[in-house]
């Protein structure tokens, strides 16, 4: 390739196309030299050093260079361990601002910076050039018509998130064309539109999307891939993978006309990003990218030994997020995601990373300042997974004003209390009402909490309730991967079962979850899959499994076919019901002038809840009255909002219990609109009132509304 190179500017960083040429920017602190590396259409490469440098930003401008180039960098600088150097110029290097990448790394010695089986480790230096194994960044054109599309802006309070892995949604779709399944293309598909607009749910939250490890080392051997994606290589581009129309830049076309369909559709698009850690892993890992552009300023490195990394997320390395620089990446790869790609929010995978600015979680880090005072991702949706696995890394109710957060505790107190386990209904009443405790104290609201019963690690719905035990043998980990605390029930049979009892209580503790759920305060996340009854076969992580046992199962008994129809009809409940969607915390005490309190417990036999009941572990049955007169909120003209009241029935208890009418509530007239006993919400309810009494069966929830 004959080819100039002119000085070109050190911003934006990245590839950028200007119509007549390609200015390329790099930021290296530490490195004595760059070179440019592009490929023609035989995989030959020829070599640019980028002599221009501006506060640390490597930069260069080659005419000519259009749209589909392909290419990667090569840095140099001092190949030195032990103080946290590992440069290497025999190794191609992704561009961390990429907004495009076509291929998958192939796992082989030569991508590793340092050569196999040597007696001092990584310490060695491989001369081997492993630019035939890395895939290569691709010029893109960011030109494209969004026909007026914008960010939906759905009121949080008003949402209901369905997480959901972009290739397992589609991969087995029978009236998905083969050539879309699995794609960008496939979740827009009309017949996969089809199904979410008549779930109900308002945004998806798909798995990870950025270009990710696909194969990692420790899986080649086992012929299992990296199906979640949680290896993150690169934080623009979108997994080409996914991509039915190409991978030379077609996948980002591709990744942003399924943003405008799913937004035609009224539906919101959340991504689960990764800037917690890297697919470079720690110091045996490969050099794919940030460690050989320069891994003393990119990663968190051992103080009194640089030579291995700090690692708060079980992934054998943290980004630096205490270098300016790193902040300006994950914050650059955020802006471009809304403002180029339109997406709607994030969810962060093991947020209290990107919270340790020293050692400790610190909820001050200049990482939320940022955030904060930002214009444009101040004001998208921010949902964070708030752990790590470092010490002290729990930090559940600790986030930030903007912030919501995955509510583990939500999760853990309900399925402690259909499984019928000892715990305190004083938790139970607290998780339901949106986590006041967790959240209140710093002027978050209910839709601070993200409530979910079953997420994409650990046990789907169905396997909840039919298993006690993870069953991972698949992995090829000896069964020792994922949860062993689950917090599950079997119903009394492990596994699969004929047993018509057995199946009868799953069925109707799986409707159990969803309702409680979908009606507690907070906003509900249900896991793609769920509402049909998928299992994975007791697999508590799935991570590695890109097969059926992760793939939806689109092929429905008769039963599970059931369970989407009660699913459809209990999203479409919510919807209708303001109750069930607050905006602000209740308070225990008429608001407005109905004569009664906007939220009241009782006990099965109709009195109100003791202290005694409250804190007592083995007690398993409440119910709960939520009066819809005392919303204490106005819709968009200012009038205030009035709803229905509602008297909410749970009986946990292994034995039918009795309920009756609370004495200060027997004067209306209460209709049966859920029954977790039945397979549909009820249309035409019994109505009860006066000193009528309602005989629950074992494990099982009624909801009455008031007439």
């Known amino acids: 390739m004959d080819l100039k190179i002119w000085p070109g500017k050190s911003y934006p960083l990245g590839a950028t196309w200007d119509g007549e040429g390609t200015n390329f920017s790099l930021f290296s602190e530490n490195a004595t030299g760059v070179e440019l590396c592009l490929f023609d259409e035989q995989n030959q490469e020829t070599r640019l050093p980028l002599t221009e440098v501006n506060h640390f930003v490597w930069h260069g401008y080659v005419p000519n260079v259009k749209p589909g180039q392909r290419y990667g960098y090569r840095v140099y600088g001092p190949f030195l361990p032990s103080y946290g150097h590992r440069f290497n110029g025999n190794k191609l290097l992704i561009d961390p601002y990429a907004k495009a990448i076509a291929g998958v790394i192939q796992h082989d010695e030569a991508i590793f910076g340092y050569p196999w089986e040597m007696a001092d480790e990584d310490m060695g230096f491989s001369e081997y050039n492993d630019a035939h194994l890395m895939p290569k960044g691709i010029v893109i054109d960011d030109d494209f018509d969004w026909e007026e599309d914008d960010l939906l802006r759905i009121p949080t309070h008003e949402s209901v998130i369905y997480e959901v892995h972009v290739k397992g949604f589609t991969q087995q779709h029978p009236d998905i064309p083969p050539a879309l399944r699995g794609t960008y293309a496939g979740?827009?598909?009309?017949?996969?539109?089809?199904?979410?607009?008549?779930?109900?749910?308002?945004?998806?939250?798909?798995?990870?999307?950025?270009h990710f490890l696909?194969?990692?080392?420790?899986?080649?051997?086992?012929?299992?891939?990296?199906?979640?994606?949680?290896?993150?290589?690169?934080?623009?581009?979108p997994y080409s993978g996914y991509s039915a129309s190409g991978k030379n830049g077609e996948q980002v076309t591709e990744f942003k006309e399924m943003v405008k369909t799913l937004h035609k559709a009224g539906i919101e698009v959340i991504?689960?990003?990764?800037?917690n850690h890297t697919g470079e892993g720690n110091q045996m890992g490969p050099t794919l990218s940030l460690r050989g552009i320069d891994n003393a300023s990119y990663y968190r490195l051992v103080e009194e030994n640089p030579r291995y990394y700090m690692d708060f997320t079980?992934?054998?390395?943290?980004?630096?997020?205490?270098?300016?620089?790193?902040?300006?990446?994950?914050?650059?790869?955020?802006?471009?995601?809304?403002?180029?790609?339109?997406?709607?929010?994030?969810?962060?995978?093991?947020?209290?990373?990107?919270?340790?600015?020293?050692?400790?979680?610190?909820?001050?880090?200049?990482?939320?300042?940022?955030?904060?005072?930002?214009?444009?991702?101040?004001?998208?949706?921010?949902?964070?997974?708030?752990?790590?696995?470092?010490?002290?890394?729990?930090?559940?109710?600790?986030?930030?004003?903007?912030?919501?957060?995955?509510?583990?505790?939500?999760?853990?107190?309900?399925?402690?209390?259909?499984?019928?386990?000892?715990?305190?209904?004083?938790?139970?009443?607290?998780?339901?009402?949106?986590?006041?405790?967790?959240?209140?104290?710093?002027?978050?609201?209910?839709?601070?909490?993200?409530?979910?019963?079953?997420?994409?690690?650990?046990?789907?719905?169905?396997?909840?309730?039919?298993?006690?035990?993870?069953?991972?043998?698949?992995?090829?980990?000896?069964?020792e991967d994922g949860h062993k605390?689950?917090?599950?029930?079997?119903?009394?049979?492990?596994?699969?079962?004929?047993d018509p009892e057995i199946l009868a209580l799953r069925h109707r503790q799986r409707r159990n979850f969803l309702v409680t759920l979908m009606l507690s305060q907070g906003v509900p996340m249900l896991l793609g899959g769920d509402e049909m009854g998928r299992t994975q076969k007791g697999n508590n992580n799935a991570y590695c499994q890109d097969n059926e046992i992760s793939w939806l199962n689109w092929q429905l008994t008769p039963e599970n076919?059931?369970?989407?129809?009660?699913t459809k009809q209990l999203i479409e409940f919510r919807h209708k019901n303001p109750l069930f969607q607050r905006r602000n915390w209740f308070q225990g005490r008429e608001i407005h002038g109905s004569g009664v309190h906007d939220i009241a417990w009782f006990n099965p036999d109709g009195g109100e809840m003791s202290e005694h009941q409250w804190n007592e572990g083995y007690i398993q049955a409440i119910a709960i009255f939520l009066n819809g007169e005392e919303l204490d909120a106005c819709d968009e003209h200012g009038e205030r909002i009035i709803g229905d009241s509602f008297l909410l029935l749970f009986n946990a208890h292994h034995e039918p219990l009795d309920f009756a009418i609370p004495e200060g509530l027997q004067n209306w007239r209460w209709q049966v609109v859920i029954d977790t006993e039945l397979t549909q919400l009820v249309?035409?309810?019994?109505?009860?009132?006066?000193?009528d009494e309602l005989t629950l069966v074992d494990r099982s929830l009624v909801v009455l509304r008031r007439l």
């Open 187 to 210: 979740l827009a598909h009309p017949a996969a539109i089809a199904h979410l607009k008549s779930l109900g749910v308002t945004a998806v939250e798909l798995l990870p999307v950025h």
């Open 214 to 237: 696909a194969r990692p080392g420790h899986l080649v051997p086992k012929g299992l891939t990296n199906y979640w994606g949680y290896d993150t290589i690169n934080f623009f581009s």
């Open 271 to 275: 991504l689960d990003v990764v800037y």
């Open 314 to 479: 079980g992934c054998g390395n943290s980004l630096n997020v205490r270098h300016p620089q790193v902040l300006k990446l994950i914050t650059d790869s955020l802006r471009y995601w809304v403002l180029e790609m339109h997406v709607d929010g994030f969810r962060f995978d093991l947020a209290a990373a990107l919270a340790r600015e020293l050692y400790d979680v610190n909820n001050l880090a200049a990482f939320f300042n940022i955030i904060h005072q930002d214009p444009v991702l101040s004001t998208v949706k921010l949902i964070a997974e708030p752990w790590d696995v470092g010490e002290g890394g729990y930090q559940i109710g600790n986030f930030p004003l903007l912030w919501s957060e995955w509510n583990g505790k939500y999760r853990d107190t309900i399925r402690d209390f259909w499984a019928g386990k000892d715990s305190s209904l004083g938790e139970f009443a607290s998780r339901f009402t949106g986590s006041s405790d967790l959240y209140e104290s710093n002027g978050r609201k209910p839709s601070a909490s993200i409530n979910f019963i079953t997420a994409h690690d650990g046990f789907t719905l169905n396997d909840l309730v039919s298993y006690n035990d993870r069953h991972n043998e698949d992995n090829g980990e000896d069964n």
């Open 485 to 498: 605390d689950n917090r599950s029930w079997n119903c009394g049979e492990e596994g699969e079962t004929d």
């Open 561 to 566: 076919r059931d369970l989407l129809e009660f």
């Open 683 to 691: 249309k035409l309810g019994k109505i009860y009132q006066g000193e």
